[in-house]
């Protein structure tokens, strides 16, 4: 029974963990869509500053964000659709991280 | 010959010793329809779980808390005394200079009673023993020094370990303290620590395994005296004041035993034999007398012996807890319990306080041949020492001696148990059960499963009680199907699982560098973004980086050696949080393994 024990400890400690690859892939999408979602709406709180020929910005940096994702402003519903572009883009980097991940440790086995 | 109580097929059950597993075993018999007889030496029930009377006040050899993982067992508690359980709230804290001490050690109330001084010096011993701890466990000393540093070692577990065994803590094997950690499982313990993450099953867990437990009304006398009324009352016997002198084996197994009863010799003849004396005594009993080999291990065999002390104080209240260690090397005694705080039914008069000071002996010293007044004068000195209640205070004493109260873990007990063993799994109509039985450090519980297997093994099970309480796994076996078991292992070993750092930070790196270089080339795409200057300045990090073809594949190699770095960093401290959180528990354990240690006594 000592044996047994020592054996179990020995296959907890030697277990290597595997990733869920679309678990993943789901929790770095919403990670990664919120965070656009709240940047957004973030800026829009704090409110933007009128520019010398009179026009009123906010955060133009942010607003670079639509060259990659089409459609996307510094705006409520900007925000909305950076949190769907966000999502996507993190469940798929999400997932092929763990679809990597996993293949390695197969390797490695 | 005696040969009434026998069932129609002639079936009788003769069993030795009227402790807890021995009228265990006969109330389960009694349940089946299997008659028994009960032999007891003593003229009462319940071996070192009886309750003593004097004078109206009532209380334990040792204190024995009913509490149990075992249902069985609790199910045949609550059948036999149900609403005369009390629940109580438990407090036992170890006695050290005249200051209370929790166990396991509280900072607070270890530093303000030791002192900034005493405190620094602990802390320091054992950040030396975990830096340069003794690199063979030999003896008990080391096996605890290297644990818990040596300063602590001598301020709680060196004087109360010698008063218990009766010998040096660098005479005490490290095999013992290895053996009790080695009972406890890992797995288990994180399925705890797991369990105990929810807070409330946590708080009810605590609540229920630690600070509480069951007690009889009168003491736990009440509870064997009611076991052996009803055994009776199903037409066994208890026989009490009967003494076995020799037990007649054949061939085929045990025949008969030899009582001696109020000056008078018997045959008690039984088709099944289950016994709960010590087993030394056993073994020396045989009839023809056991083979050399086995006599001498049943010689190995030690024990350590008892006596309580219990004195009546003018006091109604001394102090809170339900027994207190005294770890002070000042004085004899090794415990005290206080049985008020037990069951206020215990003391007939509420002004008055009933305490057991526990002196540990051999059968035979000078402590356990001291006449029972010089016990009683050096008990109430030794109150007085403490500064827990004044001499003259004391008004009555009552003494008590229990031979053979523990078994000892010696070195040699378990080469010798392993012989004993053998020999008796040789003799089919023989089972042995209890603490002194099995020469193991069963508690109540444990001794009353044994008898109860043993009881159904009569009836035809197959049960092997040198198992029970080996590794305290039998339990779980019992109560966890072994399908349960095999998924809970399976969730633990996911939960606790290693990440492969190379792994991750392999993966993260290549999707990041491929998101890098395909954002480039993107942006590339699309002439005269307005992106073009502040990607360019990735090239203050990614060594090479700029918003060109080539330039790209350059950032992109850069950024895999970032991110690999950082994720194999994040997957690092993951396994070591993870490795600190199993290093934490298995620490946890050794603590609770000398709690375990101090429950024992």
């Known amino acids: 029974m000592a044996a047994n024990q020592i054996n179990d400890e020995e296959k907890l400690f030697s277990g290597i963990l595997r990733l869920n690859a679309k678990v993943f892939g789901l929790v770095l999408g919403i990670v990664l869509g919120l965070l656009v979602f709240v940047a957004t709406n973030w800026l829009l709180l704090k409110g933007g500053h009128r520019t010398p020929d009179g026009r009123y910005v906010v955060g133009p940096h942010l607003q670079l964000l639509s060259q990659f994702f089409i459609g996307y402003r510094v705006s409520f519903w900007g925000s909305i659709i950076g949190f769907f572009y966000g999502f996507a883009l993190g469940t798929l980097s999400g997932s092929a991280i763990g679809w990597i991940y996993n293949k390695i440790v197969d390797w490695r086995k | ?601």
């Open chain 2, 1 to 601: 010959m005696n040969n009434a109580n026998c069932d129609p097929h002639g079936r009788r059950v003769i069993i030795v010793g009227g402790g807890p597993a021995g009228l265990t075993a006969g109330y389960r018999l009694a349940q089946m329809g299997l008659p028994s007889v009960i032999l007891e030496k003593d003229q009462i029930v319940g071996g070192i779980s009886r309750t003593v009377s004097y004078k109206g006040f009532h209380f334990d050899i040792g204190g024995h808390r009913f509490f149990t993982k075992i249902k069985a067992v609790d199910d045949m508690w609550k059948e036999v005394l149900n609403d005369d359980f009390l629940r109580r709230k438990r407090l036992s804290r170890i006695y050290y200079r005249r200051k209370f001490f929790y166990y396991p050690l509280r900072p607070f109330n270890a530093f303000a009673g030791l002192g900034l001084w005493e405190s620094t010096m602990i802390l320091a011993s054992y950040l030396y023993a975990r830096l340069f701890p003794h690199r063979q466990e030999e003896t008990f000393e080391q096996w605890v020094s290297n644990r818990f540093g040596r300063r602590l070692f001598q301020t709680f577990f060196k004087t109360y370990s010698e008063k218990v065994w009766g010998m040096s803590c660098s005479e005490i094997r490290a095999e013992w303290a290895a053996q009790r950690i080695k009972g406890l499982s890992l797995l288990s313990a994180l399925r705890n620590a797991l369990a105990g993450q929810n807070g409330a099953n946590k708080k009810r867990v605590i609540k229920t395994l630690i600070d509480e437990f069951d007690y009889p009304r009168l003491g736990p006398g009440m509870m064997w005296r009611e076991v052996a009324a009803r055994i009776e009352q199903s037409g066994s016997r208890v026989l009490l004041g009967a003494e076995v002198e020799g037990i007649m084996r054949a061939e085929n197994g045990v025949e008969a035993v030899t009582i001696s009863r109020n000056g008078e010799r018997e045959v008690l003849h039984g088709s099944d034999f289950i016994s709960s004396m010590p087993l030394k005594e056993l073994l020396l009993k045989f009839e023809p007398p056991v083979p050399d080999q086995v006599k001498t291990a049943a010689h190995n065999l030690k024990y350590r012996d008892f006596l309580t002390v219990a004195v009546i104080v003018d006091k109604s209240r001394l102090f809170p807890d339900n027994w207190i260690y005294i770890h002070d090397p000042a004085v004899r005694v090794g415990r005290i319990q206080n049985f008020k705080n037990w069951s206020p039914f215990m003391v007939p008069d509420q002004s008055k306080t009933c305490l057991g000071l526990e002196y540990f002996c051999f059968e035979g010293d000078d402590l356990w041949r001291q006449p029972d007044r010089q016990l009683i004068q050096m008990a109430a000195e030794e109150l007085e020492m403490l500064q827990l209640a004044e001499r003259s205070s004391v008004e009555d004493g009552h003494v008590v001696r229990m031979p053979k109260a523990y078994p000892v873990y010696d070195s040699e007990y378990n080469d010798s148990l392993r012989i004993i063993e053998d020999f008796l799994r040789g003799i089919p109509n023989l089972q042995v059960v209890g603490r002194n039985g099995m020469h193991k450090y069963n508690n109540q519980d444990h001794s009353m499963l044994t008898a109860m297997l043993a009881a159904e093994n009569v009836v035809g099970a197959a049960h092997d009680l040198w198992r029970v309480n080996e590794e305290q796994h039998y339990h779980e076996e019992v109560t966890i199907a072994p399908e349960q078991q095999r998924l809970l292992k399976e969730k633990l070993r996911a939960a606790f699982a290693r990440m492969d750092s190379f792994a991750f930070a392999t993966a993260t790196g290549l999707v990041c560098s491929m998101l890098l270089l395909l954002a480039t080339l993107f942006v590339l795409l699309r002439q005269d973004s307005p992106l073009v200057p502040y990607m360019g300045l990735l090239g203050q990090y990614f060594i090479g980086y700029s918003v060109t073809p080539g330039g790209a594949l350059l950032g992109a190699v850069s950024c895999f050696t970032w991110v690999f770095l950082l994720s194999w960093l994040f997957a690092y401290l993951r396994n070591f949080m993870i490795g600190f959180f199993i290093y934490r528990i298995k620490r946890k354990m050794e603590l609770l393994t000398f709690k375990d240690f101090l429950d024992h006594f």
